[in-house]
């Protein structure tokens, strides 16, 4: 499945500006910096599809991938909370990600990307109650986990768990992954691919 080509085809510069639907979107949201555009492009066997930044506030629209010859879509999401941009900026990506995530009928699930290191913050809760209010499907997904000790992993998947069992639209398994080495990478691919064969 992601061995073929991705390429990127649309940005949405403002908000409402989105491609015409065709096929199932997945989109990665989370944190400024958590390592979104870095998680798309290790999932995509590509360096720089995605565009990175040791800045927060890096990727500053709605970034639509196309992959596998147009069997599905990737969605690289602006970074909400701090950013290295003006409040009102982060304010207006914050509006636009909230009104795609409730809107988007052929989003087929959302893997929210929180840092394994600072674990879950009251503004990914506010997206996580978007996403249930909307009952679309997303799983939490623990990023730079290469950055933990040994053990340390397991702490904080249980932690994630606990603070999602209670979420509608949870998926109740949290994927611990790392861009860097590439763990996850094999689970995060076969949880795509059993979404396009639901
Ligand atoms: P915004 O677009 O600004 O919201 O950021 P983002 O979530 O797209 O993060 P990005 O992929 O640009 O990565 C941010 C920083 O985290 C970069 O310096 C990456 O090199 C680093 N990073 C990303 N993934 C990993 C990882 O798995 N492990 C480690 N240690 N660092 C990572
Ligand atoms: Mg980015």
Do not use: C
């Not at 908000?15 to 555009?37: C, H, Q, T």
Request: hydrophobic fraction near 40%; charged fraction near 25%.
């Amino acid at each position: 499945l992601f061995a073929g080509e991705a390429e990127f085809f649309w940005a949405s510069a403002k908000a409402g500006d989105l491609p015409p639907m065709r096929g199932m979107e997945i989109a990665f949201a989370g944190r400024s910096n958590v390592g979104k555009s870095s998680l798309i492009n290790a999932l995509t066997n590509r360096n720089a599809l995605a565009r990175t930044s040791h800045t927060p506030g890096r990727t500053q629209q709605l970034n639509f991938f196309d992959v596998a010859k147009g069997r599905f879509t990737l969605v690289d999401m602006p970074g909400y909370g701090y950013a290295a941009v003006s409040k009102e900026k982060v304010q207006a990506w914050t509006q636009a990600i909230h009104d795609y995530l409730r809107g988007r009928t052929n989003l087929a699930r959302v893997y929210v990307l929180v840092d394994a290191r600072h674990g879950l913050k009251a503004i990914d809760g506010d997206v996580l109650d978007t996403l249930d209010s909307s009952a679309v499907s997303y799983q939490l997904v623990l990023t730079k986990i290469d950055e933990l000790k040994p053990g340390e992993a397991e702490r904080r998947v249980a932690q994630a768990l606990e603070a999602i069992k209670k979420r509608a639209a949870a998926f109740p398994e949290i994927l611990p992954t790392s861009s860097r080495t590439g763990e996850g990478m094999a689970e995060l691919r076969a949880g795509v691919a059993r979404l396009l064969t639901e």
